[in-house]
Nanobody, 125 residues
Framework: QVQVVESGGGLVQAGGSLRLSCAAS????????MGWFRRAPGKDRECVAA????????YYADSVKGRFTISRDNAKNTVYLQMNSLKPEDTAVYYC??????????????????WGQGTQVTVSS
């Protein structure tokens, strides 16, 4: 069973940057995909970014392309989400999702077996 713990959220002004980290444990980290999801008030949960087990395949939501970067360090069992040029509409609770597909990449929440507690990101205008 995989456990994941996020860190790095906070309050930032529009145009600023934050980096989220997610540490995983419980199974060999390099055997599964990882993802970052977010839920804004009144909206459905959406996949912001996802990365395959090797890091060779990456997905970004259109709303964050060119501003967010997902990466993983398989030696440290950690996935990161670097968020630059933040906008007020990025305000949400961000969730790390682990234990994703072992081959390829998928973006549905049901494809990930483990979730963190969430970290709040607030972008002020």
């Amino acid at each position: 069973q995989v456990q994941v713990v996020e860190s790095g959220g906070g309050l930032v002004q529009a145009g600023g940057s934050l980096r989220l980290s997610c540490a995983a444990s419980g199974r060999t980290f390099s055997n599964y995909a990882m993802g970052w999801f977010r839920r804004a008030p009144g909206k459905d949960r959406e996949c912001v970014a996802a990365i395959s087990r090797s890091g060779a395949t990456i997905y970004y939501a259109d709303s964050v392309k060119g501003r967010f970067t997902i990466s993983r360090d398989n030696a440290k069992n950690t996935v990161y989400l670097q968020m630059n040029s933040l906008k007020p509409e990025d305000t949400a609770v961000y969730y790390c999702a682990g234990d994703g597909p072992t081959a390829g990449l998928s973006l549905g929440p049901s494809d990930f077996g483990s979730w963190g507690q969430g970290t709040q990101v607030t972008v002020s205008s």
